[in-house]
């Protein structure tokens, strides 16, 4: 939690902002030097907000903050350097959320393994007025993934991801199966 730092001094004394008359005067000085102590922090702060802001420098416990604005939620599972890679990646796929190429990276970003994805979407064009639409009459988004041990493995945590990157009108599903490990 951000706070009172003490003795770190103002970029911008207030005192200084006072007309000369002021300057003299010790209740101003006092004054100004009392708001200054609270004011420090806040104007560091906002003097550094890129480094806040950016995954890679903010500090550790502003990164579920900056995943909650990407629409990620961290668990607490994983060490602070891991959280610093899924905002990172969540930053690099927030253009591709919704698409069967976003789940997929959002799965392997989060479990480091590859996902089986099936989806009955499409998309086409034509030029001609009359066609056959693309995908399947019944929608739904299929999710697979191989782990090496299915009855150790949170499913729950694999659901709740897939349900935040997928588009909210979409079922979905996942599958758990067990792979050698290569």
């Known amino acids: 939690m951000r706070g009172l730092i003490p003795g770190l001094a103002s970029p911008h004394p207030l005192v200084d ?5 002021y300057r003299e005067d010790r209740f101003a000085q006092d004054l100004c030097g009392g708001l200054d102590e609270v ?4 104007l560091a702060t906002l003097d550094s907000l890129d480094a806040y802001l950016d995954p890679g420098t903010a500090p550790d416990d502003m990164l579920g903050w900056l995943a909650g604005w990407l629409g990620i939620a961290l668990d607490g599972n994983q060490s602070a350097g891991r959280q610093r890679e899924l905002v990172q990646a969540g930053v690099e796929l927030l253009h591709w959320r919704g698409t069967a190429r976003g789940v997929r990276a959002a799965v392997g ?3 480091d393994l590859p996902a089986e994805i099936a989806e009955s979407g499409g998309a086409a064009w034509s030029t001609e007025p009359v066609g056959d639409l693309p995908g399947y009459d019944r929608t739904e988004l299929v999710v697979r993934l191989g782990v090496s041990d299915p009855d150790a493995f949170d499913v729950r945590r694999l659901d709740a991801l ?4 997928k588009p909210a009108h979409i079922p979905h599903r996942v599958e758990v199966f067990g792979r050698n490990a290569d």
């Open 17 to 21: 902002t006072l007309p000369a008359l």
């Open 39 to 42: 004011l420090a922090p806040i």
């Open 109 to 111: 970003a989060l479990f």
């Open 162 to 165: 897939v349900a935040m990157v």
